[in-house]
């Protein structure tokens, strides 16, 4: 200790002619002693909490999947009440829900201003107030007592719709193990290093044991056996109330160096641990965890008294005001109406800041709401901007950056837009602190680069990405044709074989080729239409036959089909007036008494149609007689589908299948070949009578 | 061994081909826009020279002294620095598909670096022996590296800088080239 | 003379046999250029260079069949990067408008889609969904914007439109351009708030 305040007295004098040798100090390299402004929040007590005309409440919060409002609009909902759920296309998703900040009613869903820097709209929920503040005691139904295991911690996390509140917004449930032992010191966050900000310091000293005792709960449930508190030096109050809640418990309270970014995640750890966490990897790897002392009260509040997150601490503060405040905020609470509660000194004309001065952002409406990880809202009238000189190589931006990158060579990059080079310098390790364009001399604004920068990137990145996925799903589609020629090749092949098997039995293939011809040139019109129709039902069963040929494409046909196509192909037979003598039909099964019967039936059905298309024109060419033959058995079909009875109800459905299934194409192709085959077997026949 | 370590310091930086002695300097304001190209460049050239100065030690001293035929060395040479970069092209693509990606089009390009053949000629010259050679050219090769990278990586900053308009292009890194040109003549007080 | 005819022959020859040996025991298969070439097309297979996709364009570039400037989705800058590999002349690109326009994907109005797969057939990646007499839609994420499916539309309810711009896949803007982003003030203005230490401890 002794050592300590040596260096300290040393550093002090030192100080005097090199300013940054405070900077020894500490563990991490870089950082910036601003001026902080915190009195002038810190003077008026805490603000009791103001209900505004309108809440807005985001639907989509910084991070996480897409919710969507579950109780109706216009309806009444009271404090605490549950409001969103997972939207309609995701319903297994997890989405932090959002919670009644006060009673009221919904008023509408529309889109409104969210605090973000692009100044776009989204969806957010309209809440009018009704000033009574009726709240659901227990909102989230919890017995107060503890969690002992990671899972129920994390359920009453998710359900209290806790983020980081420090800034970056994860949800904090997300965050957590899913098994004890994995984390061996918690940490929590009480170093508020931004100017201007004091909404932590204020919760410190007003809610300090709500904050170590809900650090303990993580701690239990989570199985840690260290809990460590950091908290800056110049914050002697809150350092005093912490330590005092800290006794007796497995906390201690470290107390670190005033120095920004002291309060950022990676700066913190390595100043309480020692710890440097390495490119690309969390503190969770290294047992790691790490909260904000808002979100441990946060945590107590939701354990104890299932009270979910719908207010928070934030600090209005900014030289345009004369009493600025601290205030227990409903979450939805626009900024202007803060603003205003603060007696500005002048009508606030200009945009209100987000955040502090270091890694804040100018909001573009002042009508933004509150939202969880708002900590400040800052009222700074406009003062004019500097200009931006060429950048002079000094490297003083190089000795303030915390996370030891380059930040000179990082512009220099951006600059000249070469992304690859802003990326290999580890652009994504930078965490926008704007130490680098606090100290730069020819006021760069340096974060601004590198904020475009990292845009680029990842647009670059997401652009090759979906480059290579257009890639691979053309070059699949390519397979996939390829393939599909293939298959329709071997299907046509196997079809042909069938046929020439089918037909070459009685006679052979010229033979059939030449009668078939011959048929379909015949004048006759009954005859025409009587193959017209035999070519239909020959159709079915070419397509039945195919399918047996070629079983790894198409399933075997199953028996009472076939039966059905016996049926059919008999019913043709009939109508043609060929007397097929059924026992030489070498295709008839065992039953074919009753589909004799139900054959004729059918043909009855079908005669009665038939006589409409026998007055059509036949073509000569045996190509467009199979055509208008499929065609017409099609009209058929339908025709006879009405008049048909029951009893031939099975041999109706296999006679409308292919209709429905076939392409136009393959009916065609069908029809010609059924064509074939029976003009086969009419010769078998007539060799048969003769 | 002390020799050898000296005609390596004298060719790599006090006698630097391309700055003092003035030889290849079409890759080096050519393929000098961009680090990696320059990198690749020279690293393939390192290869090249070091087997051709070889290479053309050996055919000058068994094949053309005893044959008395010193005056057709330059043909000669261009000869076996052809295959070599053909052959060294050849291989390369076979079994580094990657470093080859790199090297592209820069490889065919050596042939007609006038290094290549100064170095041989040189050699010849300065009487060197078999190690001597192959140390001289691989001495010449790496101070031809260096400087086609710290020329490339000049150059890429110039590039973004903010030059006066009748400078920008290539005026700029002429300048460049002649102030490197200078600092390495400095290097020339080392060797006495 | 004799003495230098006859060396110089068996170097050549010797140095033949070494390229002919080389080039059999060193042969590699495939086109490394053609890959290459790949890799830089945009991907999006509209076939707008008169080739029925981006690798077929580039097997016909590495074997310098085809001019360098036909990919219009590339722009010059994809013709540039051709022409740098393929060691081809750089052309000026054909088409008029060569700057890159906001990507843009394909919108089918389902209310006027009569389900009749043509655009199905046409897209080269297989991103719309649908079938007969059903309804399509396009799979946003897999569009590449080739603008194919729009002419073959009999009814034409396709359009294309650029992606909306959202909270989501907002960009900071480059503060090299003119208009000054909102945050460049902020942080001027703390410099101004709170100057540097340096300065502080002197005074």
């Known amino acids: 200790m002794s050592t300590s305040l040596n260096l300290h007295s040393l550093v002090a004098k030192i100080s005097l002619i090199y300013p940054m040798a405070k900077r020894w100090l500490y563990s991490f390299n870089g950082g910036i002693f601003p001026k902080y402004h915190k009195s002038i929040s810190l003077q008026n007590p805490i603000k009791e909490t103001l209900i505004p005309e309108r809440l807005i409440l985001p639907l989509k919060q910084t991070i996480g999947q897409k919710a969507e409002l579950i109780v109706p609009i216009g309806s009444y909902v009271k404090k605490n009440q549950l409001l969103t759920g997972p939207a309609k296309e995701n319903k297994n998703a997890t989405i932090v829900p959002i919670h009644a900040p006060t009673s009221g009613t919904i008023e509408s869903v529309a889109s409104h201003v969210v605090p973000h820097a692009s100044g776009l709209e989204q969806l957010s929920i309209i809440l009018k107030p009704d000033f009574k503040d009726d709240a659901i005691e227990n909102a989230l139904n919890v017995s107060g007592k503890a969690p002992q295991n990671p899972q129920q911690l994390k359920k009453i996390l998710l359900n209290s719709g806790i983020i980081g509140m420090g800034g970056a917004g994860f949800p904090t449930y997300a965050k957590l193990p899913a098994e004890a032992g994995q984390i061996n010191t918690l940490l929590i966050n009480g170093a508020e290093c931004e100017p201007f900000i004091t909404c932590d310091d204020l919760l410190m000293q007003t809610h300090a044991e709500e904050i170590i005792q809900g650090a303990i709960m993580v701690a239990n449930a989570l199985g840690i056996p260290k809990i460590i508190c950091g908290i800056e030096s110049n914050k002697p109050i809150a350092i005093q109330v912490i330590q005092k809640a800290c006794k007796g418990t497995i906390a201690t309270v470290s107390i670190v160096e005033t120095v920004y970014p002291m309060g950022g995640e990676k700066q913190l750890i390595q100043e309480l641990t020692g710890i440097e966490i390495p490119v690309k990897t969390h503190a969770l790897n290294r047992g790691l965890l790490m909260f904000n002392v808002a979100t441990y009260a946060a945590i107590f509040k939701a354990i104890t008294l299932g009270k979910p997150l719908t207010s928070r601490l934030v600090t209005v503060s900014g030289f345009g005001l004369k009493s600025a405040y601290n205030m227990d905020t409903l979450i939805g609470t626009p900024f202007e109406a803060l603003a205003e509660a603060a007696k500005p000194t002048q009508t606030i004309d200009y945009p209100l800041v987000m955040g502090g001065p270091m890694m804040g952002f100018k909001v573009q409406s002042n009508q933004v709401p509150v939202v969880k990880t708002t900590n400040c809202i800052l009222v700074n009238p406009p003062e004019p901007s500097k200009i931006q000189m060429p950048c002079i190589r000094c490297g003083e931006c190089m000795d303030a950056c915390p996370m030891n990158l380059l930040p000179q060579q990082m512009f220099w990059h951006s600059q000249a837009h070469e992304f690859d080079k802003v990326e290999k310098l580890n652009v994504f390790d930078c965490i926008e602190c704007g130490c680098c364009s606090y100290v730069c001399p020819s006021s760069i604004p340096l974060v601004q680069y590198y904020r475009h920068a990292k845009s680029e990137i990842k647009a670059l990145h997401a652009e090759q990405k979906a480059t290579d996925l257009a890639k691979q799903r053309h070059e699949f589609k390519l397979t996939r044709i390829a393939r599909e020629k293939l298959e329709r090749e071997a299907r046509l092949k196997a079809k042909k074989e069938a046929v020439k098997n089918r037909a070459t039995p009685p006679a052979d293939s010229e033979d059939t080729v030449k009668t078939s011809t011959d048929i379909a040139k015949k004048p006759s019109a009954a005859a025409a239409a009587a193959a017209r129709a035999a070519a239909a039902k020959r159709a079915v069963l070419t397509k039945g036959s195919s399918g047996e040929t070629q079983t790894q494409t198409t399933k075997p046909i199953p028996e009472a089909r076939r039966k059905a196509i016996e049926m059919a192909q008999k019913s043709a037979a009939a109508k043609t007036g060929s007397k097929i003598e059924p026992t030489k039909d070498p295709r008839v099964s065992a039953k074919r008494a009753a589909a004799l019967a139900a054959a004729k039936k059918q043909a009855q059905a079908k005669k009665d149609s038939a006589t409409e298309t026998v007055e059509q024109p036949v073509k000569t060419d045996p190509r467009e007689a199979a055509k208008q033959a499929a065609m017409a058995a099609a009209k058929k079909r339908a025709l006879a589908k009405k008049d048909s009875t029951i009893k031939t109800a099975s041999a109706e459905e296999t006679t409308e299948k292919p209709v429905k299934k076939d392409p136009r194409e393959a009916a065609k192709q069908a029809a010609m070949a059924a064509a074939k085959k029976r003009a086969a077997e009419r010769k078998a026949n007539k060799q048969e009578n003769s | ?192 | 003379m004799l003495a230098a005819i006859i060396i110089f022959i068996g170097l050549s020859l010797l140095f033949g046999l070494l390229l002919g040996y080389a080039a059999i025991r060193f042969k590699v298969e495939g086109n490394p250029i053609a890959e290459q070439i790949d890799k830089v097309l945009p991907q999006t297979q509209c076939g707008q260079c008169g080739f029925p996709g981006c690798k077929p364009y580039a097997e016909a570039l590495s074997k310098e069949e085809t001019e360098v400037n036909l990919c219009t989705p590339g722009g010059n800058e994809v013709m540039i990067l051709i022409s740098e590999i393929t060691g081809l002349e750089p052309k000026e690109m054909d088409a008029e408008d060569t700057e890159v326009k906001p990507k843009e994907t394909a919108y089918i109005d389902e209310d006027v889609c009569i389900g009749c797969v043509l655009c199905i057939k046409e897209c080269p990646v297989d991103a719309i969904l649908g079938a007969t007499k059903l309804m399509h839609t396009v799979i946003q994420d897999e569009c590449t914007g080739c603008e194919k499916c729009v002419p073959v539309c009999p009814v034409d309810c396709i359009d294309m439109l650029p992606a909306k711009s959202s909270v989501e896949n907002w960009a900071w803007p480059d503060p090299t351009q003119p208009a000054a982003p909102p945050l460049l003030k902020i942080l001027n203005s703390q410099t101004e708030i709170s100057p540097a230490p340096q300065k502080e401890v002197k005074k």
């Open chain 2, 1 to 192: 061994m002390q020799e050898y370590v000296m005609i390596l310091v004298s060719t790599v930086l006090v006698n630097n081909f391309v700055l003092v002695k003035f030889l290849g300097l079409c890759p080096f304001m050519g393929v000098s826009k961009k680090t990696n190209a320059a990198l690749g460049m020279g690293l393939a050239t390192t290869f090249v020279l070091t087997l051709s100065s070889v290479l053309s030690y050996i055919i000058y001293s068994y094949l053309l002294q005893p044959f008395g035929l010193e005056y057709l060395q330059t043909i000669a040479f261009i000869l076996a620095i052809a295959a070599v970069v053909g052959f060294t092209e050849m291989a390369i693509h076979k079994t580094s598909p990657a470093l080859y990606q790199v090297l592209g089009i820069y490889l065919p390009l050596i042939t007609t670096n006038c290094a290549v053949l100064g170095v041989a000629l040189l050699n010849v010259g300065e009487k060197n022996n078999f190690i001597e050679s192959a140390v001289f050219g691989f001495g010449a090769s790496i101070g031809f590296t260096l400087v086609m990278v710290l020329f490339a990586s000049l150059r890429e900053r110039i590039d973004v800088a903010d030059v006066p308009a009748p400078f920008k292009g290539a005026p700029i890194a002429l300048i460049t080239a002649g102030l490197m040109s200078m600092a390495f003549m400095g290097f020339g007080g080392m060797a006495h």
